[in-house]
């Protein structure tokens, strides 16, 4: 009788601790979910669900949070896609240049380092210059425009001027993937092309010739 009644106070102790053991795990699980990805040391900010491309819940200043002089998550969103698709371009275009050499009218810009060669082109043809800049004008108007109505209507994600010629938006995993690809490649190739200048304008020489010079 006594082994009996043993058995059966340890099997309602055992017991009564099952629910406690389920909701710690419960509440570590929500504490898990609460911390940021990219900075599991801090809360992921209210915002960042992980929704958008490339989201991994990174704004240790706060940014995502900021609605009050005209800046959002959805401006901030579309300047980084934006600034990502120059930098890609930038990147390769460094490169390109330096390979084959400069494009068809500008035969003066001989430097490897694209600063030099930049001033190299102002000083022959300053009008490509300024044609430059006037055409970022217009595409900064339009993509200003897209970005206005796109906020206040709902309808377009960041980033989105409707170019899709191979089809790949009918199909949304794959353009989730491309997305996400865009976002990490691009990220990548802002500090590519940011390190290409800075090492030209302290070395003199081209992302090539740098390259080059690690392995002599």
Known sequence: MKVALLFAAFFASASAFAPVQQNARTQTSLFAEEMSKALPFMK?????????AGDFG???????????????????AEAEIKHCRLAMMAALGNIWVEAYGPAPGCEMATAKNQMDAFWQLWDVHPQYIAAGLIGIMFVEAF??????SGRESGMRAPGDFGLNPFGYAEDSPRLKKFKEQEIANGRLAMF?????????????????????????
């Open 143 to 148: 993509s200003g425009i897209a970005t206005t």
């Open 192 to 216: 590519a092309a940011a390190g290409q200048i800075m090492q030209g304008m302290t070395t003199g020489e081209g992302a090539l010739e740098n390259l080059a010079s690690v392995f002599n």
């Open 58 to 76: 990174f704004d240790p200043l706060g940014l995502s949070e900021i609605n009050g002089v005209g800046i959002d998550l959805y401006w901030l």
């Open 44 to 52: 992921r900010p209210p915002l960042l669900d992980g929704s958008m």
